[in-house]
Nanobody
Framework: QVQFVESGGGLVQPGGSLRLSCSAPTAIFSIYSVGWYRQAPGKERDLVALITSGHTTLYADSVKGRFTISRDNAKKTVFLQMNILKPEDTAVYYC??????????????????????WGQGTQVTVSS
């Protein structure tokens, strides 16, 4: 099993920022796409942002212009910079590597299989 480890979550006020980190084996970051997902209570887990091995990025419409995904293969880490956070961003955030095509957000969102198991994620809470 490929283990992804998320960190960087916390409690922030609306309009604030957080930077999440996702660590995984070097081979994952150098070859495969890695995505950030989130799941709010009572809702399905959804793709937030994805970055390919070629550094192409995809974003959910709800976070475009506010979130930025990046990767540092040397550090075996994928980051999610979250700015102008809203209460609606409150969720547990996970990272994983989806299997299948990543032609656009809709296609990437539909991935059914992943290289790693879903871990505990990191909690992001946006509240005043």
């Amino acid at each position: 099993q490929v283990q992804f480890v998320e960190s960087g979550g916390g409690l922030v006020q609306p309009g604030g920022s957080l930077r999440l980190s996702c660590s995984a084996p070097t081979a994952i970051f150098s070859i495969y796409s890695v995505g950030w997902y989130r799941q709010a209570p009572g809702k399905e887990r959804d793709l937030v942002a994805l970055i390919t091995s070629g550094h192409t990025t995809l974003y959910a419409d709800s976070v475009k212009g506010r979130f930025t995904i990046s990767r540092d293969n040397a550090k075996k880490t994928v980051f999610l910079q979250m700015n102008i956070l809203k209460p609606e961003d409150t969720a547990v955030y996970y990272c994983n590597a989806p299997q299948g095509p990543n032609d656009d957000y809709a296609v990437a969102k539909s991935a059914r299989y992943f290289f790693g198991p879903w871990g505990q994620g990191t909690q992001v809470t946006v509240s005043s």
